[in-house]
């Protein structure tokens, strides 16, 4: 069982079993300003996914085929949630989970979109979508 919350504990999760997928850092300019930085989640299915405190999680859609959700005590990210019809995950943010989550970076996403003022050197891989 991996657990995690937001920084004030007003919401918190478990997610059933390990992360089976890697996390994916997102340098979308979407993600660089919802967090300061770059988004990194991890894909985990919905069906393993219990949150507690839900009722304080607002959601943002910020796009029409996709929403966040973040605390709405202390503004912490905490999901990325597509609207896909059939779309079995929902990304969690990485930093949220309690360590130790037993997995590293796997890829990054929209390097292109990147701020000016950092560099990808990690030697991972990077596309400029998904």
Known sequence: ?????????????????????????CHCSQCRKQTSHVFVGVN????????HGGDRVTWYPSSEKVRRGFCSVCGSALFWNP????????????????????????KHTFVGDKGDYYEID???????SY
Do not use: H, N, W
């Not at 985990?44 to 949150?51: D, E, M, N």
């Not at 990690?122 to 400029?128: E, F, H, K, M, V």
């Open 83 to 106: 609207s896909i019809e059939g779309y079995e995950f929902i990304s969690i943010a990485m930093g949220a989970f309690e360590p130790p989550t037993g997995v590293r970076l796997g």
């Open 44 to 51: 985990v299915r919905r069906k393993a996914l219990v949150v």
């Open 122 to 128: 990690d030697g991972l891989p990077q596309s400029q």
């Open 1 to 25: 069982m991996m657990r995690g919350s937001c920084l004030c504990g007003a919401v918190s999760f478990e997610v059933e079993g390990t992360l089976d997928y890697p996390p994916e850092a």
